[in-house]
């Protein structure tokens, strides 16, 4: 039984290391291919590597841990993307790697939740594009609080919340012709029109 054991986990070895070196090709690829949406974001100076940590131990999915480090700024090594990355470039990333996977897997329907928070201006705009030129191909429901993003939509929701007797409800509606106008035209100058 011990033998048998021995000879399963040498086997198990050889497929883990195999699996390390499919991971590690398809990394190279993925940090070379996010580069273009990451320049299209305003993030044309950023350094993004897949980083491979060798596991002592099997898990589920192999013997590597694997993280996403980024640089943003020039001059500054690259660290785990979580720890350093700000609102507006971790919004960013996400995007780009929707952008990428959902390319690559053929996915019909993208939801982005948020995506643009932390971002203004220029970068507000290139997020509102990136999102439009995905939804050339797939199918995109997008909840954004910026005009840039929303102008860009095919269909426009309303979204509401209400209290009454002590509970909050919340109200989806449709709008359409001018009411779309108008709603874009709120986000963009607060109450008043």
Do not use: W
């Amino acid at each position: 039984k011990q033998q048998h054991l021995v000879k399963l986990e040498a086997d198990l070895d050889v497929f883990a290391k195999q699996l390390t070196t499919i991971r590690k090709r398809y990394a190279e690829q993925l940090a070379a291919a996010i580069m273009e949406p990451l320049r299209v974001l305003h993030m044309e100076k950023a350094q993004f590597i897949v980083n491979f940590e060798a596991l002592q131990q099997f898990e589920e999915n192999g013997k590597d841990d694997i993280v996403f480090y980024i640089s943003t700024n020039v001059g500054e090594p690259p660290k785990s993307l979580p720890k350093i990355a700000s609102g507006g470039e971790l919004s960013r990333m996400m995007l780009a790697l929707k952008t990428i996977f959902s390319s690559a897997t053929g996915i019909t329907s993208i939801i982005f939740d948020e995506v643009d928070t932390g971002v203004s201006g220029r970068v507000a705009q290139a997020i509102a594009e990136k999102i439009a030129d995905i939804s050339v191909n797939s199918q995109v429901l997008c909840i954004s609080h910026l005009p840039q993003v929303a102008a860009q939509a095919d269909q426009h929701y309303y979204i509401r919340k209400d209290v009454d007797n002590d509970r909050t409800y919340t109200t989806i509606t449709n709008i359409q012709g001018d009411a779309r106008i108008e709603e874009v035209s709120r986000m963009m100058s607060g109450a008043e029109i």
